[in-house]
């Protein structure tokens, strides 16, 4: 059974607009959440986290939220660019402090 | 700046032959890790280690070696392959063990292994 989920396998959005990625997970052990990005032939690269103390968590045009009660976190990206055409990924590190992985979401931004 | 490098990228083996998939990072990172990545799946944790001379089972160990004799080096062995084996792997690094427990890793590019 998946405990990190990510329901959307793609996305699309206008260039200029706000990209919305989601993710639920279903271990409340979980501590620590990350978001990842990945090109085509790459491996992934760190994008952003959140730790559960918190509920929001900004890196420029990035920003990561954290609903621990609905075990639901989302990624926003604003403005959303061309280059931020990829595949993302959450993640979340349990007790053991592994890295538990959704299977990504493919974000397409139109012209 | 090499980072983590891995090779080959590209590897068709029959069912029963062995290989090593090769990586290496030239950051002097403590932590690194192997995983790999199938369609429609996140990618799973295939063995890691937090120093030289240490390694451990992640959540698909099986089928698979690993060793860490120097800092630097961390080759994946597959003993005798599997079609099951069919994947895309990735090693990662992280520079402490403090950093591996937050997940800031750096990945290699991939290597992309067919057992027919």
């Known amino acids: 059974d998946q405990q990190v989920k990510q329901n959307s396998p793609s996305l699309s959005v206008q260039e200029g607009r706000i990209s919305i990625l989601n993710c639920d997970y279903t271990?409340?052990?979980?501590?620590?959440f990350l978001w990842y990005k990945k090109y085509p032939a790459e491996g992934p690269t760190f994008l952003i986290s959140i730790s559960s103390i918190k509920d929001k968590n900004e890196d420029g045009r990035f920003t990561v939220f954290l609903n621990k009660s609905a075990k639901h976190l989302s990624l926003h990206i604003v403005p959303s660019q061309p280059g931020d055409s990829a595949v993302y990924f959450c993640a979340a590190s349990d007790s053991n402090y592994q890295l538990i992985w959704g299977a990504g979401t493919k974000l397409i931004i139109k012209p | 700046n090499a980072g983590v490098t891995q090779t080959p990228k590209f590897q068709v083996l029959k069912t029963g032959q062995s290989m090593t998939l090769q990586c290496a990072q030239d950051m002097n990172h403590e932590y690194m890790s192997w995983y790999r990545q199938d369609p429609g799946m996140g990618l799973r944790l295939i063995h890691y280690s937090v120093g030289a001379g240490i390694t451990d089972q992640g959540e698909v160990p099986n089928g698979y070696n690993v060793s860490r004799s120097t800092t630097e080096d961390f080759p994946l062995r597959l003993l005798s392959a599997a079609p099951s084996q069919t994947s895309v792997y990735f090693c990662?690094?992280?520079?402490?063990?403090?950093?591996?427990?937050?997940?800031?890793?750096?990945f290699g590019e991939g290597s992309r292994l067919t057992v027919l």
């Open positions: 990662a690094s992280s520079y402490s063990v403090a950093e591996r427990d937050t997940g800031e890793l750096f």
């Open positions: 271990n409340s052990m979980f501590d620590y």
